[in-house]
């Protein structure tokens, strides 16, 4: 039973690490996109 436990805690921890490093890698392809608008708005000004 011990080690169906264990094997239970590392599967959630997995799972949670995944979902973050999915969670940063949005907020990192968000803050790119945000970039990128405000360069295109600065060259439609020039």
């Not at 590392?10 to 996109?33: P, S, Y």
């Amino acid at each position: 039973m011990d080690l169906f436990g264990l094997l239970t805690f590392i599967g959630v921890f997995c799972v949670f690490d995944a979902i973050r490093r999915l969670n940063n890698n949005v907020l990192n392809q968000t803050e790119e996109i945000r970039k990128l608008r405000e360069d295109l708005r600065q060259g439609n000004k020039n």
